[in-house]
C-alpha cells in the first residue's frame, strides 16, 4: 500500500469537515487577494511606495508589532484596523484548512491520488477490471501472479480499502465503471482488455456498450448471472460472456458422470499444482515465413514438444487436434498445450524462425 499511513491520520478525528468547505486554492486565494488589497490601499491612502507598502502590509497581517513606516493618517489607521480585523478571519480560515489537509491525511491521500494517476497514464495495452468483488478479487491475483498490467475501478469504499491495506502495489479507481469519465480515466484509449465483473447484470450491460464505443478494438469481456443477460451482452458489445454459476454446475455435474476427465482438466489448468499451460498463437503471432505453412511444415511438435490441440476458425467454430495439413490463415489461430518449458522453446522458435530458414 502507498502511504500507509493514511489511514491513522483519518481516525485522529470522528467528525470530518466537507472537503468541499476546506478548499485549499481558497485558502491561497484570500491570502494574495488580502495581500494586493492592503499593499493598494496603503499605496492610495497614505502615498507610500511599493516597497513601504509592502512591508506595512506584512507587519499588520502577521501582527509582529513593529513601528509604522510613516506615521498613518486617521483613514489609514481605520484602514489597518478594518485590515487586522479580515486578517483574523482570513487566518483562522487558512489554519483551518491547513489543520484538515495534515491532520485528516488529504495532503498525503492527495499525493497517493496524483501518484495513481500519473501510473495509469503511462500504462498501455493494460486491462480494465470493473468491480472488486469475489470473482474480482480472484481476477486480480491471477493478473498479479502474471504481472499483467490492470486498473481496478470500484465504487465501493470498503473494497477500497482493502486494495489499500493490501502491501501489494495495484492501481485502482474509486469510481462508478458506469461512467465514462472512470474509464477514460482508466486508459480505456489504450487498453487492450476489459473485464466488468460487476454482481448486476444491468451495469455489466451498460459497462459493455460504454466500452465498446469509447474503444472498438478492446477484447471485452463480461460476468452474466441471468442466461437471458448473456444474449445482450453480446449484443452489447462483448467478446465473451462468462456465467460462473453455470460453469460451476456443469464441472459438479461432470464429476460425477467422468470424474477422471475433469480432475485431469482441473490439474493441467492448476497454477499451484503443475506447470501446465496454454498458449494461443494468432495468424498475427507468426512472422511472414510461416504464412501459408501448414502444421507439419512448421514442425511445431518435433521442435517444442508442444502439442496442438486445437484450430479457431476464423468464423469461431473450433476444431480438436487438427490434421498435419492444417494451415493457419488471417483470423484464425492455434491452441497449444504444453508445460512451461514447452510454451517458451515455442514462443523462441516462432520468434526466430526466419533465421532458422536461413
Known amino acids: 500500500m502507498l ?16 472537503s468541499s468547505f476546506m478548499n485549499i486554492r481558497m485558502a491561497v486565494g484570500l491570502l494574495l487577494a488580502e495581500l494586493v488589497i492592503a499593499v493598494g490601499g496603503y499605496s492610495i491612502i497614505e502615498g507610500f511606495n511599493l516597497t513601504d507598502a509592502f512591508y506595512m502590509t506584512m507587519i499588520t497581517i502577521s ?18 484596523s478594518g485590515l487586522i480585523l479580515a486578517n483574523i478571519g482570513i487566518f483562522a480560515y487558512v489554519l483551518s484548512v491547513f489543520s484538515y489537509y495534515v491532520i485528516q491525511g488529504e495532503i498525503f491521500k492527495n499525493m497517493h491520488l496524483n501518484l495513481i494517476k500519473a501510473s495509469i497514464e503511462k500504462l498501455s495495452g493494460h486491462i480494465i477490471l470493473c468491480g472488486y468483488g469475489k470473482y474480482g478479487r480472484e481476477i486480480a491475483s ?12 470500484d465504487s465501493d469504499s470498503q473494497r477500497i480499502e482493502q486494495i489499500q491495506k493490501d502491501e501489494t502495489k495495484v492501481l485502482y479507481l474509486e469510481d462508478d465503471a458506469t461512467h465514462d469519465e472512470a474509464l477514460i480515466k482508466a486508459g480505456i484509449h489504450r487498453a487492450s482488455a476489459l ?17 465498446r464505443q469509447l474503444n472498438p478494438r478492446l477484447n471485452i469481456i463480461s460476468r452474466a448471472k441471468d442466461f437471458r443477460s448473456q444474449k445482450k451482452l ?25 470424474p477422471g476427465a ?20 494468432t495468424y498475427d503471432d507468426l512472422p511472414a515465413e510461416c504464412h501459408g505453412r501448414s502444421l507439419s511444415q512448421l514442425n511445431l511438435r518435433e521442435a517444442t514438444g508442444a502439442n ?4 479457431k ?46
Open 142 to 153: 491471477h493478473f498479479l501472479k502474471h504481472k499483467l498490467s490492470f486498473v481496478i475501478i
Open 3 to 18: 502511504f500507509p499511513g493514511i489511514k491513522n491520520f483519518r481516525n485522529l478525528h470522528a467528525y470530518r469537515v466537507p
Open 63 to 80: 501582527t509582529v508589532g513593529f513601528l509604522e513606516v510613516h506615521p498613518l493618517s486617521a483613514t489609514g489607521r481605520l484602514f489597518t
Open 234 to 258: 453480446l449484443m452489447a458489445g462483448a467478446d465473451h460472456v462468462v456465467m460462473p454459476e453455470q460453469i460451476g454446475g456443469f464441472y459438479m455435474a461432470t464429476l460425477v458422470s467422468k
Open 195 to 211: 473485464i466488468s465483473a460487476l454482481p448486476d447484470d444491468s451495469d455489466n450491460v451498460f459497462v459493455v456498450l460504454t466500452a
Open 262 to 281: 475433469v480432475e485431469f482438466f482441473a490439474f493441467i489448468t492448476s497454477e499451484y499444482r503443475s506447470d501446465i499451460g496454454f498458449e494461443e498463437v
Open 313 to 358: 476458425a476464423p468464423d469461431g467454430h473450433y476444431e480438436v487436434n487438427p490434421g498435419p495439413k492444417t494451415i493457419l490463415g488471417p483470423g484464425s489461430s492455434y491452441i497449444i498445450l504444453g508445460n512451461r518449458e514447452q510454451l517458451e522453446k515455442l514462443r523462441y522458435y516462432i520468434q526466430h524462425y526466419p533465421e532458422m530458414l536461413a
Open 308 to 311: 496442438v490441440i486445437g484450430y
